[in-house]
Nanobody
Framework: VQLQASGGGLVQAGGSLRLSCAAS????????MGWFRQAPGKEREFVSA????????YYADSVKGRFTISRDNAKNTVYLQMDSLKPEDTAVYYC?????????????WGQGTLVTVSS
């Protein structure tokens, strides 16, 4: 599986961005899809995940109520809608695909897309 993340950019605090992650392969719907982020000088952290059929979603406490994950299995794409952005959301965001768990153990990773939130 190859993953290509896009949609990052510069936005003011309180603004919104939507990240996309396009996947190759025919078995996209069998994978749990996740979003992670890594801020400068910090370790990579879990942001959100969604089950293969899209019925179950999970969020880190820091983004709950502001971010929404979704997927379109017909398009082999997962999305992360980010609203009410804060400067502390600034990070490189990575999408990942796996089958083991929602918060870790992912097998495939995209290249990352940079999100910068200005105050």
């Amino acid at each position: 599986v190859q993953l290509q993340a896009s949609g990052g950019g510069l936005v003011q605090a309180g603004g919104s961005l939507r990240l996309s992650c396009a996947a190759s392969g025919r078995t996209f719907s069998s994978y749990i899809m996740g979003w992670f982020r890594q801020a400068p000088g910090k370790e990579r952290e879990f942001v959100s995940a969604i089950s293969g059929n899209g019925r179950n979603t999970y969020y880190a406490d820091s983004v709950k109520g502001r971010f929404t994950i979704s997927r379109d299995n017909a398009k082999n794409t997962v999305y992360l809608q980010m609203d009410s952005l804060k400067p502390e959301d600034t990070a490189v965001y990575y999408c990942a695909a796996g089958s083991a768990a929602f918060t870790g153990g992912y097998d495939y990773w995209g290249q990352g897309t940079l999100v910068t939130v200005s105050s």
